[in-house]
């Protein structure tokens, strides 16, 4: 079934003001953004938890709620499926009652029926009878979710549903999340503001920021293309800088930048043609910078974007190292005491003893310069 | 025991018994209302259930007879039509011991409500119930446990009134005289056999009362 749902929502709190709008269709739509940007809130207006003051909220062509029309349909009636950060389960409840719990107009039979096929799909078939409080928090995550799904939801909410989950068991429940929620086929919302959970769960992403969108794409396409300084700077991206324009052309833009000029690509999705002299935003990924072997003849084709700089501070995440570089040109380092945070693998940290050599050579291919526009 | 102390107790517990039905009718929803709804005149409503917590008995008593005695504002009308009164009858302790019960069941239930998850509310609504619906499935079971705990405290302290019943329910051996009246009685009187053997079974009651919600209040966690 193809779904397709629009939200407009204004509302108005003391201190905050969310104004959004964006759409949907198939699949897992993630808010990404950080604590406090609109998100939660959105949710609760989506399910009419919340009234929003004005908007216009449709799924699949059933008007939810619309201000205009003064529409506003009640939370029991809106057939939509919600899981809660805590996941909410009703304690004093079996798990088939909680499962159970939306299906009270069917007659018994049915509703036995029907959860024990959400039971058996979401593998809690031997926990029928089990309070929530003897479940573990994975078992109780399925069982929030087999209760919002059991009512054939028209589109599932789901607010921040690994964040109660500890480090190990979450990166196993987002990979489990996904295969069921792609399994379920139901259209989904979910709130996180963990860029790897938006990423790994999302087919499209609506980054939020002090109650506004500011970039709805596809999930590749933000990864890659992240539309503006402020989206760069919600996703945690490092290496945010700004530059002057000197040429631009369909397919390369060409930076100053600290006495250098960078050549980067310009995006092949976007003509983006800014004129000589126009400020620019871009940010180059730590990952990518390349650090020049000394030992080895230089293969220039191999090497763009050259630089030399010394290592003026370096931080050891375990299995990589963070170095901040600070570039040999004359002039201020644009971020504080340093020009560039350079990430290398633990391993090549100690082949090329970095620990001793502080002067470097690197280069950064054209393509991982990303530019921004505002 | 006497034939006046077996009436005596035999008048409190049904007293207390009916002052606690008619506390769980009212408190339980009033508690509910007070802790989930905001409306007009909340706080006076609650302002005034709570008096009797802090008032002297005597002037709570007073209050109703000002309210329901033969000439008071319900109480009048109420005998110039039918020439009855609630005075000085059996009803009259009920009441009383229902008014100062109330709060004791009010405050403790109002807690254990405000203390449910408000999100699992949330849950049920989107789950297609109506706010009257997940008031009796998920938020009162929830609060199960305070609201029994109040409702024993109201048990045990509609069967310990004294003041309020005097004022609206009189003194009158047979009819109105509970327990609590009938040792006073006694002691004035001099018959401190009588007055022993009343003390010792009220306080057997009441800690059979108090054995058996602590029962309750373990079941129920």
């Given at each position: 079934?193809?779904?397709?749902?629009?939200?407009?929502?204004?509302?108005?709190?003391?201190?905050?003001?969310?104004?959004?709008?964006?759409?949907?269709?198939?699949?897992?739509?993630?808010?990404?953004?950080?604590?406090?940007?609109?998100?939660?809130?959105?949710?609760?207006?989506?399910?009419?938890?919340?009234?929003?003051?004005?908007?216009?909220?449709?799924?699949?062509?059933?008007?939810?709620?619309?201000?205009?029309?003064?529409?506003?349909?009640?939370?029991?009636?809106?057939?939509?499926?919600?899981?809660?950060q805590?996941?909410?389960?009703?304690?004093?409840?079996?798990?088939?009652?909680?499962?159970?719990?939306?299906?009270?107009?069917?007659?018994?039979?049915?509703?036995?029926?029907?959860?024990?096929?959400?039971?058996?799909?979401?593998?809690?078939?031997?926990?029928?009878?089990?309070?929530?409080?003897?479940?573990s928090g994975g078992?109780r995550q399925?069982?929030?979710?087999?209760?919002?799904?059991?009512?054939?939801?028209?589109?599932?909410?789901?607010?921040e549903p690994l964040s109660a989950l500890d480090a190990p068991l979450r990166r196993a429940l987002r990979d489990e999340l996904r295969?069921?929620?792609?399994?379920?086929?139901?259209?989904?919302?979910?709130?996180t503001h963990d860029f790897t959970e938006a990423y790994r769960l999302?087919?499209?992403?609506?980054?939020?920021?002090?109650?506004?969108?500011?970039?709805?794409?596809?999930?590749?396409?933000?990864?890659?293309?992240?539309?503006?300084?402020?989206?760069?700077?919600?996703?945690g991206?490092?290496?945010?800088?700004?530059?002057?324009?000197?040429?631009?052309?369909?397919?390369?833009?060409?930076?100053?930048?600290?006495?250098?000029?960078?050549?980067?690509?310009?995006?092949?999705?976007?003509?983006?043609?800014?004129?000589?002299?126009?400020?620019?935003?871009?940010?180059?990924?730590?990952?990518?910078?390349?650090?020049?072997?000394?030992?080895?003849?230089?293969?220039?084709?191999?090497?763009?974007?050259?630089?030399?700089?010394?290592?003026?501070?370096?931080?050891?995440f375990g299995t990589v190292?963070?170095?901040?570089?600070?570039?040999?040109?004359?002039?201020?380092?644009?971020?504080?005491?340093?020009?560039?945070?350079?990430?290398?693998?633990?391993?090549?940290?100690?082949?090329?003893?970095?620990?001793?050599?502080?002067?470097?050579?690197?280069?950064?291919?054209?393509?991982?310069?990303?530019?921004?526009?505002? | 025991?006497?034939?006046?102390?077996?009436?005596?107790?035999?008048?409190?517990?049904?007293?207390?018994?009916?002052?606690?039905?008619?506390?769980?009718?009212?408190?339980?929803?009033?508690?509910?209302?007070?802790?989930?709804?905001?409306?007009?005149?909340?706080?006076?409503?609650?302002?005034?259930?709570?008096?009797?917590?802090?008032?002297?008995?005597?002037?709570?008593?007073?209050?109703?007879?000002?309210?329901?005695?033969?000439?008071?504002?319900?109480?009048?009308?109420?005998?110039?039509?039918?020439?009855?009164?609630?005075?000085?009858?059996?009803?009259?302790?009920?009441?009383?011991?229902?008014?100062?019960?109330?709060?004791?069941?009010?405050?403790?239930?109002?807690?254990?409500?405000?203390?449910?998850?408000?999100?699992?509310?949330?849950?049920?609504?989107?789950?297609?119930?109506?706010?009257?619906?997940?008031?009796?499935?998920?938020?009162?079971?929830?609060?199960?446990?305070?609201?029994?705990?109040?409702?024993?405290?109201?048990?045990?302290?509609?069967?310990?009134?004294?003041?309020?019943?005097?004022?609206?329910?009189?003194?009158?051996?047979?009819?109105?005289?509970?327990?609590?009246?009938?040792?006073?009685?006694?002691?004035?009187?001099?018959?401190?056999?009588?007055?022993?053997?009343?003390?010792?079974?009220?306080?057997?009651?009441?800690?059979?009362?108090?054995?058996?919600?602590?029962?309750?209040?373990?079941?129920?966690?």
């Amino acid at each position: 079934m193809r779904h397709r749902f629009s939200v407009e929502i204004k509302k108005q709190l003391p201190g905050f003001a969310l104004d959004v709008s964006w759409t949907a269709g198939d699949g897992v739509a993630v808010l990404f953004g950080p604590s406090g940007a609109g998100k939660t809130l959105t949710l609760q207006c989506l399910a009419g938890l919340i009234r929003p003051d004005a908007g216009r909220v449709v799924i699949d062509d059933r008007v939810l709620f619309d201000a205009a029309a003064g529409v506003n349909l009640p939370p029991q009636q809106r057939r939509v499926g919600y899981v809660f950060q805590s996941y909410a389960l009703f304690p004093h409840l079996t798990v088939a009652g909680n499962v159970g719990f939306g299906l009270r107009d069917r007659s018994r039979s049915e509703r036995e029926r029907r959860v024990a096929e959400v039971l058996e799909r979401l593998d809690l078939g031997g926990l029928a009878d089990r309070r929530p409080s003897e479940l573990s928090g994975g078992q109780r995550q399925r069982v929030a979710l087999g209760r919002a799904l059991a009512i054939d939801p028209a589109l599932l909410l789901l607010d921040e549903p690994l964040s109660a989950l500890d480090a190990p068991l979450r990166r196993a429940l987002r990979d489990e999340l996904r295969s069921i929620l792609s399994g379920w086929g139901t259209a989904a919302v979910l709130v996180t503001h963990d860029f790897t959970e938006a990423y790994r769960l999302a087919d499209r992403i609506i980054v939020y920021e002090n109650g506004r969108v500011i970039q709805a794409a596809p999930r590749s396409e933000l990864l890659w293309q992240p539309a503006s300084e402020a989206v760069a700077r919600v996703m945690g991206l490092r290496n945010v800088l700004h530059g002057v324009v000197v040429k631009s052309m369909p397919d390369r833009i060409q930076i100053a930048w600290r006495g250098h000029t960078l050549e980067a690509v310009n995006s092949p999705t976007r003509t983006y043609l800014p004129p000589p002299e126009t400020p620019i935003a871009f940010f180059i990924r730590p990952e990518y910078v390349r650090l020049v072997r000394k030992d080895r003849s230089l293969d220039a084709a191999h090497h763009m974007n050259r630089m030399r700089g010394t290592v003026v501070g370096e931080t050891d995440f375990g299995t990589v190292w963070s170095l901040r570089l600070r570039l040999d040109t004359p002039g201020e380092p644009v971020q504080g005491d340093f020009d560039l945070e350079v990430e290398v693998p633990h391993l090549v940290y100690e082949i090329l003893e970095i620990d001793r050599d502080r002067q470097w050579d690197f280069s950064i291919h054209r393509g991982s310069i990303h530019v921004l526009p505002t | 025991m006497s034939l006046d102390a077996a009436s005596a107790l035999g008048l409190s517990i049904r007293v207390a018994i009916a002052a606690t039905v008619l506390n769980a009718l009212i408190g339980i929803p009033l508690a509910y209302l007070l802790a989930r709804r905001s409306f007009r005149g909340r706080a006076l409503v609650d302002l005034v259930v709570t008096l009797p917590l802090v008032l002297p008995p005597t002037v709570t008593g007073y209050y109703l007879i000002v309210l329901l005695g033969r000439r008071g504002w319900l109480g009048g009308p109420v005998y110039a039509l039918t020439g009855w009164s609630v005075a000085f009858t059996w009803y009259a302790a009920v009441i009383a011991a229902t008014v100062m019960a109330l709060p004791l069941l009010v405050r403790t239930a109002r807690a254990a409500i405000e203390s449910v998850d408000r999100e699992l509310e949330k849950a049920a609504f989107t789950l297609g119930r109506s706010e009257w619906r997940t008031a009796l499935e998920v938020t009162l079971p929830l609060a199960r446990n305070g609201i029994v705990a109040g409702l024993v405290l109201a048990f045990a302290r509609a069967l310990g009134e004294f003041g309020a019943t005097l004022m609206l329910a009189g003194n009158i051996p047979g009819k109105t005289t509970t327990v609590p009246l009938a040792i006073y009685t006694a002691v004035q009187t001099g018959e401190m056999n009588e007055a022993i053997l009343l003390v010792l079974a009220l306080t057997a009651l009441s800690c059979l009362v108090l054995v058996l919600a602590g029962r309750l209040g373990a079941r129920a966690t």
